[in-house]
């Protein structure tokens, strides 16, 4: 088993964009009141406090949409400064990232993972939602002042459906012919939108390593960062092509992390619910930190049976939440 030492930390449940294939169509989902967020205080004391002295040291800001969060610069300032932090990234939709991209890299991120699923405006905007001008464009200004501030690599992600963004395939991936840009595929799960995913399928990672192939070749590579992706590139290219096949190959026996929700529920996998520790109740109510930290420790100490249990399932199921409550 690896060593578990990645916490992602969803800052919160909402979103600004409402992707097909995040966001269960016509369902109200229920969101964690603002009053049940982990405040910056109690982020830093469960990271001080249980997380960095059980060894873990790399963080993830996610959601739900991160840079909603109206203190998240000042809680990327905190985390970048706390002795012990290794390594803090961040997942984002990009659409608020041109005016917050200095403020962030100035208060200590250095890498940022930006979803863009298409790179044309009707096609986006038909994946993400919204109405009028495509929101493509914000997020296109956002990517370009992360490149400028100096986010290097700078990860896209591109979740692949069929029919619906699969034919951008090698445009996303000559995205990184002339920039030093990774940009990951990832196959699409029934989490979230469990009806686009029956009626629509998803793409296998190697049918897209295939089309690459064929048209430029393909070598192996290798990029900076946490995940679970598989690294190639391009032949000649100054960037690289990373594949998250979390469909087509179980990866439940390298899986290094845990995540925290945005109301303080610590689960030690993304696709079953077992063992998740409540932390906000306990931390509220002056409990006893020492407690705590064992609990999390033996929680840790669970966690590659509950991925075993998960891989001996199969990841075949539709997920009671969806990947932006979750924390993804
Ligand atoms: N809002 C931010 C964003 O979109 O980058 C961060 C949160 S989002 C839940 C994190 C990642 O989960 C995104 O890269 C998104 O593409 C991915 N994701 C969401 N639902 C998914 C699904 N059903 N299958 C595969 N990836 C999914
Ligand atoms: Fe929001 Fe990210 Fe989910 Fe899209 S993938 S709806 S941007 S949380």
Known sequence: MPTIDYLRISLIDRCN????????EGVDLQYVQQRDWLT?????TLLQQVFLPLGFCRFRLTGGEPLIRPDVVEIVRDISQLPGT???????NAFLLSKLAQDLWEAGL???NISLDSLEPEVFQQIVGGRGRSRWYDV??????????G???LKLNVVVIPGVNDHEILDLAALTLDRQWHVRFI????????????HRGWVDSEQIRDRIRQRWGLQAGTVTGNGPADVFQIPGAMGTVGFISQMSEC???????????ADGWLRPCLLNETGQLDLKTPLRQGGDLVQLRRQVGDLLAAKPDINFKMRDSGVTGAYSRTMSQIGG
């Open 40 to 44: 910056r205080d109690e982020l830093n």
């Open 86 to 92: 290794q390594d803090l990234a961040m997942t984002t």
């Open 17 to 24: 964009f409402q992707c097909q294939y995040c966001m269960p």
């Open 110 to 112: 250095r890498r940022i």
């Open 140 to 149: 296109w200004q956002g990517i370009q002042a992360a490149h400028r501030v």
């Open 251 to 261: 990866f439940c026996d390298r899986c290094n992390r845990m995540r925290l929700s």
């Open 187 to 198: 196959e699409f799960m029934p989490i979230g939108n469990d009806s686009l995913f029956k």
């Open 151 to 153: 986010f290097s690599p």
